[in-house]
C-alpha cells in the first residue's frame, strides 16, 4: 500500500519543497485558502471522521467547532510532545515528511482563524525543530506562509517552541503553560483551551500525526478518507511497534489491522520465537491486554481494542513475551510516572511516590501479600480523583497486570526468574 | 549578559511571541544561557529574569522542573541513556551497566576527564532503536541509536579528541 502519511517511505526525498510540490504539495491548502470558507474546512474534516491521533481519539472537525467566534486572536499549537513510551511516530513524520506536517498546520490555522502557530516539540527532538525552522523559512519564501497567502487577506506565521524534557507537558493544558514560560503542569479544566487557551485565548491543539492527515482530506474529500479504516475509526494510522519483536518500527496501516498482523507479518514475529504473552496497546499508559487468540485477532480500532478491556490510545503496541515477568514491567512504568508527575495534585504526586516504595519492597524481596494488596489498593485509589491523565495512566498497569496476571504477583514466585 | 553576547539570538527568539507575552521566550533564553558552560548560572537567572520583567524566582523554578536545564556543572557531554520499559525490553539496562563498567563510572557520575556523564533518563521516543542515548552538550542534543558498547566507546574517544559531537 502507498504510505499517505510516511510518504518518505515511497517517495525519499519528499522532504525537500521542489519534490513535495511536484508531487502535490500544498495543493490542497491552496484549494482551502482560495475555494474553501473556513467552516467547509472544518466540515469536511468532520466529516471525515478524523480522530485525535496523540491517544485521547477525539474527533478532530468538532474539536475545530469549539472555538468561539467571538474570541480573538485564535491559535492553533502542534502537539510534537511526544514522550510516552512506545510512541515514536511523530518523529519519524516530522524528520521525513515534514513540509506534509506543516501543510496541515497551515490549514488547520485557516479553518479555526488563527494568524500564529506554534509547534510544541519536546526539548530533546532540538534537531527536528531545527530541521522545521528551515522548512518554516522555506515557506516564507515560496509564500505559504506570511501576509496575504495565495493573494489573500489570510496571513500566518508559525513557530517551533522547544520543551525541555517533561511527559507532562503533552497534556494540553500543561502545554500551554509550558509555551507561556510556565511550569508545565495542567490547568483545571473547564475551561478548556478551545475557549481559554494559549494566553488566555481560543486555541486548537492536534497531534502531528492528526495534522499530516488534514492535506489529505481536503484533497481527496471527507468520503475517500472515510473509505480507509472501520466505520468508527476511519482512515490510517501510524503503529508504533516495540518491545520483544523483531522488527519494530511504524508501520502505517489502515485501522482494523489485526494484532498478530502487526507483530507477526510487518513486525517478524517475536524475538526467540516465544509466545506472546501482554500487549500494552497504547504504550506505558496502558492495560495490559492478555495476549490469547482471540485477542490476537482483535482488530485494532478503538471500538474492537475496548473490548479487550484497553484503550487504543496513540496505537503504541508494545510487545512482551513469556520471559519476561510484569512485575518487572510495573516497576519500569511506575518508575516513569514517579519521575513525570509533575506535583501539582495530591494523589498523582504522593500516589505515584507510594507505588514507586512498594514495587521496590516488592522487587527487594519483600513480596508478602500485603504489600501486593497495598500497591494494588495505592493504585484503585488514585483512579478518578488526578487532576489530568498522568495520574490516571500510572494506574492502569498496575491494576490490570495484578488483575489479569496474578500468577506474577505470586508470593511464591521466585525473584531469580524476573527479567534484568 | 545575553543581550550583549547574543544580540541577534535574543532578538530572534523575543520576536516569535506576542510582546506582551514575553515571559515566553524563558526556555529558549535558558537553552541560550546553558550553551557555554552546560549549565544555568546565577547571573544568567537574574539577567534573563530582568529581560523578561519576571523575577529570578520565577526563572529558576523553571530550571528545576524541566530535566534538560542544569544548574550545576558537570561533564561537558551528557551521556543520556534511555533505560525505559520499551528500551529495556531490548537490553538497554543491560547497557548501560556494561557501558558504565566500560567507562569506569556508576550512573550518575562523571569520567575523570570530565567530558562524560553518564545518566539514566526516561523516554526519548526511540524505542525501535534500543539501546539509545542522546548526548546533551551546550550547543544541542543529539541522539544515538541502535548502540553496541564498542560503538559507544568509540564514540567517546572521539570526542575526547575532537570535542566534538559525532555523529555514527
Same mark, same amino acid.
Given at each position: 500500500?502507498?504510505?499517505?502519511?510516511?510518504?518518505? $517511505?515511497?517517495?525519499?526525498?519528499?522532504?525537500?519543497?521542489?519534490?513535495?510540490?511536484?508531487?502535490?504539495?500544498?495543493?490542497?491548502?491552496? *484549494?482551502?485558502?482560495?475555494?474553501?470558507?473556513?467552516?467547509?474546512?472544518?466540515?469536511?474534516?468532520?466529516?471525515?471522521?478524523?480522530?485525535?491521533?496523540?491517544?485521547?481519539?477525539?474527533?478532530?472537525?468538532?474539536?475545530?467547532?469549539?472555538?468561539? *467566534?467571538?474570541?480573538?486572536?485564535?491559535?492553533?499549537?502542534?502537539?510534537?510532545?511526544?514522550?510516552?513510551?512506545?510512541?515514536?511516530?511523530?518523529?519519524?513524520?516530522?524528520?521525513?515528511?515534514?513540509?506534509?506536517?506543516?501543510?496541515?498546520?497551515?490549514?488547520?490555522?485557516?479553518?479555526?482563524?488563527?494568524?500564529?502557530?506554534?509547534?510544541?516539540?519536546?526539548?530533546?527532538? =532540538?534537531?527536528?525543530?531545527?530541521?522545521?525552522?528551515?522548512?518554516?523559512?522555506?515557506?516564507?519564501?515560496?509564500?505559504?506562509?506570511?501576509? *496575504?497567502?495565495?493573494?489573500?487577506?489570510?496571513?500566518?506565521?508559525?513557530? !517551533?517552541?522547544?520543551?525541555?524534557?517533561?511527559?507532562?507537558?503533552?497534556?494540553?493544558?500543561?502545554?500551554?503553560?509550558?509555551?507561556?514560560?510556565?511550569?508545565? #503542569?495542567?490547568?483545571?479544566?473547564?475551561?478548556?483551551?478551545?475557549?481559554?487557551?494559549?494566553?488566555?485565548?481560543?486555541?486548537?491543539?492536534?497531534?502531528?500525526?492528526?495534522? !499530516?492527515?488534514?492535506?489529505?482530506?481536503?484533497? $481527496?474529500?471527507?468520503?475517500?478518507?472515510?473509505?480507509?479504516? !472501520?466505520?468508527?475509526?476511519?482512515?490510517?494510522?501510524?503503529?508504533?511497534?516495540?518491545?520483544?519483536?523483531? #522488527?519494530?518500527?511504524?508501520?502505517?496501516?489502515?485501522?482494523?489491522?489485526?494484532? $498478530?498482523?502487526?507483530?507477526?507479518?510487518?513486525?517478524?514475529?517475536?524475538?526467540?520465537?516465544?509466545?506472546?504473552?501482554?500487549?500494552? /496497546?497504547?504504550?506505558?499508559?496502558?492495560?495490559?491486554?492478555?495476549?490469547?487468540?482471540?485477542?490476537?485477532?482483535?482488530?485494532?480500532?478503538?471500538?474492537?481494542?475496548?473490548?479487550?478491556?484497553?484503550?487504543?490510545?496513540?496505537?503504541?503496541?508494545?510487545?512482551?513475551?513469556?520471559?519476561?515477568?510484569?512485575? =518487572?514491567?510495573?516497576?519500569?512504568?511506575? $518508575?516513569?510516572?514517579?519521575?513525570?508527575?509533575?506535583? *501539582?495534585?495530591?494523589?498523582?504526586?504522593?500516589?505515584?511516590? =507510594?507505588?514507586?516504595?512498594?514495587?521496590?519492597?516488592?522487587?527487594?524481596?519483600?513480596?508478602?501479600?500485603?504489600?501486593?494488596?497495598?500497591?494494588?489498593?495505592?493504585?484503585?485509589?488514585?483512579?478518578?480523583?488526578?487532576?489530568?491523565?498522568?495520574?490516571?495512566?500510572?494506574?492502569?498497569?498496575?491494576?490490570?497486570?495484578?488483575?489479569?496476571? /496474578?500468577?506474577?504477583?505470586?508470593?511464591?514466585?521466585?525473584?531469580?526468574?524476573?527479567?534484568? | 549578559? @545575553?543581550?550583549?553576547?547574543?544580540?541577534?539570538?535574543?532578538?530572534?527568539? @523575543?520576536?516569535?511571541?506576542?510582546? &506582551?507575552?514575553?515571559?515566553?521566550?524563558?526556555?529558549?533564553?535558558?537553552?541560550?544561557?546553558?550553551?557555554?558552560?552546560?549549565?544555568?548560572?546565577?547571573?544568567?537567572?537574574?539577567?534573563?529574569?530582568?529581560?523578561?520583567?519576571?523575577?529570578?524566582?520565577?526563572?529558576?523554578?523553571?530550571?528545576?522542573?524541566?530535566?534538560?536545564? +542544569?544548574?550545576?556543572?558537570?561533564?561537558?557531554?551528557?551521556?543520556?541513556?534511555?533505560?525505559?520499559?520499551?528500551?529495556?525490553?531490548?537490553?538497554?539496562?543491560?547497557?548501560? &551497566? &556494561?557501558?558504565?563498567?566500560?567507562?569506569?563510572?556508576?550512573?550518575?557520575?562523571?569520567?575523570?576527564?570530565?567530558?562524560?556523564?553518564?545518566?539514566?533518563?526516561?523516554?526519548?521516543?526511540?524505542?525501535?532503536?534500543?539501546?539509545?542515548?542522546?548526548?546533551?552538550?551546550?550547543?544541542?542534543?543529539?541522539? +544515538?541509536?541502535?548502540?553496541?558498547?564498542?560503538?559507544?566507546?568509540?564514540?567517546?574517544?572521539?570526542?575526547?579528541?575532537?570535542?566534538?559531537?559525532?555523529?555514527?
Amino acid at each position: 500500500m502507498t504510505h499517505l502519511l510516511l510518504r518518505h $517511505r515511497d517517495i525519499p526525498d519528499i522532504g525537500k519543497m521542489d519534490v513535495y510540490q511536484k508531487n502535490g504539495g500544498f495543493e490542497a491548502f491552496e *484549494k482551502a485558502v482560495t475555494r474553501m470558507k473556513p467552516q467547509e474546512v472544518t466540515d469536511v474534516v468532520k466529516a471525515s471522521g478524523l480522530r485525535g491521533r496523540g491517544g485521547a481519539g477525539f474527533p478532530t472537525g468538532v474539536k475545530w467547532s469549539f472555538i468561539p *467566534k467571538n474570541i480573538w486572536p485564535h491559535y492553533v499549537v502542534a502537539n510534537a510532545d511526544e514522550s510516552e513510551p512506545g510512541t515514536f511516530k511523530d518523529r519519524e513524520i516530522m524528520e521525513n515528511n515534514p513540509l506534509q506536517f506543516l501543510e496541515g498546520v497551515a490549514i488547520t490555522s485557516y479553518a479555526v482563524g488563527a494568524n500564529a502557530a506554534y509547534v510544541y516539540l519536546r526539548g530533546e527532538f =532540538w534537531p527536528v525543530a531545527t530541521l522545521l525552522d528551515e522548512k518554516i523559512a522555506e515557506m516564507e519564501k515560496a509564500g505559504y506562509l506570511g501576509e *496575504k497567502i495565495f493573494g489573500t487577506d489570510f496571513s500566518l506565521r508559525i513557530y !517551533t517552541h522547544l520543551g525541555a524534557g517533561a511527559y507532562i507537558c503533552g497534556e494540553e493544558t500543561a502545554l500551554i503553560e509550558s509555551i507561556e514560560g510556565k511550569r508545565g #503542569q495542567p490547568r483545571i479544566r473547564p475551561p478548556f483551551p478551545a475557549v481559554y487557551g494559549l494566553y488566555g485565548k481560543p486555541t486548537v491543539i492536534n497531534n502531528v500525526e492528526t495534522l !499530516t492527515n488534514v492535506p489529505l482530506i481536503v484533497e $481527496r474529500g471527507a468520503d475517500c478518507y472515510k473509505s480507509l479504516g !472501520t466505520a468508527d475509526s476511519a482512515g490510517v494510522k501510524i503503529f508504533s511497534l516495540s518491545g520483544r519483536v523483531n #522488527q519494530p518500527g511504524n508501520y502505517e496501516l489502515p485501522f482494523g489491522t489485526t494484532f $498478530r498482523e502487526l507483530i507477526y507479518h510487518y513486525g517478524g514475529g517475536v524475538m526467540d520465537d516465544r509466545p506472546v504473552k501482554a500487549i500494552m /496497546p497504547a504504550g506505558a499508559s496502558s492495560s495490559f491486554i492478555v495476549a490469547d487468540d482471540k485477542a490476537l485477532d482483535t482488530p485494532m480500532d478503538y471500538a474492537s481494542v475496548r473490548t479487550l478491556g484497553a484503550d487504543l490510545g496513540s496505537a503504541s503496541v508494545i510487545v512482551i513475551d513469556d520471559t519476561v515477568s510484569l512485575e =518487572w514491567v510495573i516497576s519500569k512504568t511506575i $518508575r516513569f510516572f514517579k519521575h513525570e508527575s509533575c506535583g *501539582k495534585c495530591t494523589p498523582c504526586r504522593e500516589g505515584c511516590y =507510594w507505588m514507586m516504595h512498594l514495587i521496590e519492597r516488592i522487587g527487594n524481596g519483600e513480596k508478602t501479600k500485603e504489600n501486593i494488596e497495598l500497591l494494588y489498593s495505592v493504585a484503585k485509589q488514585m483512579q478518578n480523583k488526578c487532576l489530568c491523565p498522568l495520574g490516571e495512566f500510572s494506574t492502569m498497569a498496575v491494576v490490570t497486570g495484578i488483575e489479569r496476571f /496474578p500468577q506474577d504477583f505470586s508470593v511464591k514466585r521466585n525473584n531469580a526468574e524476573v527479567l534484568r | 549578559m @545575553l543581550a550583549e553576547k547574543y544580540p541577534e539570538e535574543v532578538k530572534k527568539i @523575543l520576536l516569535r511571541y506576542p510582546p &506582551e507575552q514575553k515571559r515566553s521566550a524563558v526556555m529558549p533564553l535558558l537553552y541560550l544561557a546553558q550553551r557555554d558552560e552546560g549549565f544555568v548560572n546565577k547571573a544568567a537567572l537574574e539577567d534573563i529574569a530582568r529581560t523578561l520583567d519576571i523575577t529570578s524566582t520565577e526563572v529558576a523554578e523553571i530550571v528545576g522542573f524541566y530535566t534538560l536545564y +542544569h544548574d550545576e556543572k558537570e561533564g561537558k557531554y551528557r551521556m543520556q541513556v534511555c533505560t525505559d520499559m520499551p528500551c529495556a525490553l531490548r537490553g538497554a539496562d543491560k547497557f548501560l &551497566e &556494561e557501558l558504565c563498567a566500560n567507562l569506569g563510572v556508576k550512573v550518575g557520575e562523571t569520567t575523570a576527564d570530565g567530558m562524560i556523564t553518564v545518566e539514566a533518563v526516561t523516554c526519548l521516543a526511540a524505542c525501535d532503536k534500543a539501546p539509545m542515548f542522546q548526548i546533551q552538550s551546550g550547543e544541542g542534543i543529539e541522539y +544515538h541509536e541502535n548502540m553496541t558498547v564498542d560503538k559507544t566507546m568509540e564514540l567517546v574517544e572521539a570526542l575526547r579528541k575532537t570535542g566534538k559531537g559525532v555523529k555514527e
